[in-house]
């Protein structure tokens, strides 16, 4: 079965650090382009950065640009989201979710094609002093 | 940026009726648009990608339609269990991928 483990979340001041994890056994994981999405409390679904199947291709959300770093470890069939300079507003419920066929760098109508059909069940972070 | 617009905000519809959902993109995605479904407290599931594609083991009550800048999400014979948060997503033009903001679906 096709599962998404994420892990990594917690409590951290303003300015803090974070590095989540997100476990994906049961599939290649490396073939397929991978995407964290985020919830803040009570809100709707806001997409934070995706990677490539090989990581060679990275994009982000702009205000996530520069804080966030999206890779994976594809030996350890392993997505991370390492986060810096923490703020207010990146409270929220961060999942892992799996994207579309993409094994090395493909092109991004690949990314998405059969949508995010596999999610994780999510890590809280809480940026408060 | 493509916004995505989601009407109504909230229905409530009685079970076995049709509930219909709509999404509206700022500007064309042709038919690179899914839809999720979230129950409380629960993880987004995939309902429909490519407009109108029905993802794996989504009942046949549920049908996506639309292409360009207009999309509806249909649910007919409505049942207890579809009381829910239903979001569009676009992929069509990213980064960012954008989501609507959600219909609130109460079944009476």
């Known amino acids: 079965e096709v599962q998404l483990l994420e892990s990594g979340g917690g409590l951290v001041q303003p300015g803090g650090s974070l590095r989540l994890s997100c476990a994906a056994p049961?599939?290649?994981?490396?073939?397929?382009?991978m995407t964290w999405v985020r919830q803040a409390p009570g809100k709707g679904l806001e997409w934070v950065a995706a990677i490539s199947g090989s990581g060679g291709s990275t994009f982000y959300l702009d205000s996530a640009k520069g804080r966030f770093t999206i890779s994976r470890d594809n030996s350890r069939s392993t997505l991370y989201l390492y986060m810096n300079s923490l703020r207010a507003e990146d409270t929220a419920i961060y999942y892992c979710?799996?994207?579309?066929?993409?094994?090395?760098?493909?092109?991004?109508?690949?990314?998405?094609?059969?949508?995010?059909?596999?999610w994780g069940q999510g890590t809280t972070v809480t940026v408060s002093s | 940026e493509i916004v995505m617009t989601q009407s109504p905000a909230s229905l409530s519809v009685s079970p076995g009726e049709r509930a219909t959902l709509s999404c509206r993109a700022s500007?064309?995605?042709?038919?690179?648009l899914a839809w999720y479904q979230q129950k409380p407290g629960q993880t987004p599931r995939l309902l429909i990608y490519?407009?109108?594609t029905r993802a794996t083991g989504i009942p046949a009550r549920f049908s996506g339609s639309g292409s360009g800048t207009e999309f509806t999400l249909t649910i007919s014979s409505l049942q207890s269990e579809d009381s829910a948060l239903y979001y569009c997503?676009?992929?069509?033009?990213?980064?960012?991928?954008?989501f609507g903001q959600g219909t609130r679906l109460e079944i009476k």
């Open positions: 997503q676009q992929y069509n033009s990213w980064p960012p991928i954008t």
């Open positions: 500007q064309t995605v042709s038919s690179n």
């Open positions: 490519g407009a109108s």
């Open positions: 049961g599939f290649t994981f490396s073939a397929y382009a």
């Open positions: 979710a799996k994207g579309g066929y993409c094994a090395g760098d493909c092109s991004l109508k690949f990314y998405y094609r059969n949508g995010l059909d596999v």
